[in-house]
Every structure is written in structure tokens, then in C-alpha cells.
């Protein structure tokens, strides 16, 4: 990322079609750097030898007519060659997702309000954490809107939702142990 954002911004790239695109060139050619002597898949006859995985969701909008227009969101991962792919349900998921995936096709809405989609993306990593000790740490926010562009939240603001959404499942699972 420290290579990416200054690609950028030096060439002046502008929505997700361009970012995706530099961001897969940077990846792959930096990556196969680092790892030119470890195959990318495991083999049978050196299964121990394996380049560690990396994966990362881009977001944006795509540019039409000069302007932010679409929405959009892609996975990259190494074990695909950081092809781009694209997620049309509205989220993207990475890492220990079954528990993720359960309530987000459960809960998620895509016309939800951006307030309750940001809370329920911090319920999910928090709720996930509870089910699986992989998952978990400081969980950090950021929202990207035309109006606003990126807007990092600060760290006691996403305290203050983490909190606000264990009260919420508090009040779920006191619904089953009424007297």
C-alpha cells in the first residue's frame, strides 16, 4: 500500500477501473519479487512449500462522463494471480468468512442506510471473533462516498459502535431467556 498510494497519485488515476488495474500489476510484480522461489500452489511432492496468502478489497466508484457514477467492489487474492474480482452483493468478505457470510445474507440490506451498514460490517468482525480465534484485533472503519470522498473514522468512534452493537446482542439474546 506504502508503493500503491503514491502510484496513485503520481498518476493521477482516478476511479476503481484505474485502481484496480494498477493495484493488480503492482501486487502480482511485487509479490513474485518477494516470492520468486516458492511455487504459488502447494505441490505433492513439496507440500510445506507454498507463498503465504494475501488479499485485500478494493472499493471505489466508477468514473462515467468525468463523474463518480457506480459504486463498486473487488477482491484481489495472490492464490488467483490478484485477478480482480468483482462482488455484486453489495459486500466483500475476507479471511475466516462462513460466520461473516451467515449474517451478513442474513442481516445486510443493500438499501440500508450507509450509518447501519458501517455498524453491521462491525458487528460482523466483532461476532466473528467471538466464534474463531483467528479473527479478531482492532477494528478500524473508513467510508467512501461521493459527497464525502474517504473518510477514516477515529478509534473512539468505532469503540463507541462496537459497544453500541453488544448492547444490541445483549438485547437479541435476552429474547430467548425471558422468565
Known amino acids: 500500500m506504502d508503493r500503491l498510494i503514491p502510484q496513485i497519485k503520481a498518476?493521477?488515476?482516478?476511479?476503481?477501473?484505474?485502481?484496480?488495474?494498477a493495484t493488480h500489476q503492482l501486487f502480482r510484480n511485487q509479490y513474485n519479487e518477494w516470492f520468486p522461489n516458492l511455487p504459488s500452489m502447494p505441490s505433492p511432492q513439496a507440500p510445506h512449500l507454498q507463498r503465504p496468502g494475501l488479499i485485500a478489497i478494493l472499493t471505489g466508484y466508477r468514473i462515467s462522463n468525468g463523474k463518480p457514477d457506480q459504486p463498486m467492489i473487488f477482491t484481489i487474492m495472490s492464490q488467483l494471480g490478484f485477478v480482480p474480482c468483482l462482488s455484486n452483493y453489495g459486500f466483500a468478505i475476507i479471511g475466516v468468512p462462513q460466520y461473516a457470510i451467515?449474517?451478513?445474507?442474513?442481516?445486510?440490506?443493500?438499501?440500508?442506510?450507509?450509518?447501519?451498514?458501517?455498524?453491521?460490517?462491525?458487528?460482523?468482525?466483532?461476532?466473528?471473533?467471538?466464534?474463531?480465534?483467528?479473527?479478531?484485533?482492532?477494528?478500524?472503519?473508513?467510508?467512501?462516498?461521493?459527497?464525502?470522498?474517504?473518510?477514516?473514522?477515529?478509534?473512539?468512534?468505532?469503540?463507541?459502535?462496537?459497544?453500541?452493537?453488544?448492547?444490541?446482542?445483549?438485547?437479541?439474546?435476552?429474547?430467548?431467556?425471558?422468565?
Open 102 to 179: 451467515y449474517l451478513l445474507n442474513r442481516l445486510y440490506s443493500q438499501d440500508m442506510p450507509l450509518r447501519s451498514a458501517i455498524e453491521l460490517a462491525a458487528y460482523c468482525i466483532s461476532e466473528t471473533a467471538t466464534q474463531d480465534g483467528k479473527v479478531g484485533g482492532p477494528i478500524q472503519i473508513a467510508e467512501i462516498t461521493i459527497t464525502k470522498g474517504f473518510l477514516a473514522y477515529q478509534k473512539e468512534e468505532v469503540e463507541k459502535i462496537v459497544e453500541e452493537n453488544k448492547k444490541q446482542s445483549q438485547s437479541l439474546r435476552s429474547l430467548f431467556f425471558k422468565k
Open 11 to 21: 498518476e493521477g488515476l482516478d476511479g476503481i477501473d484505474d485502481v484496480v488495474r
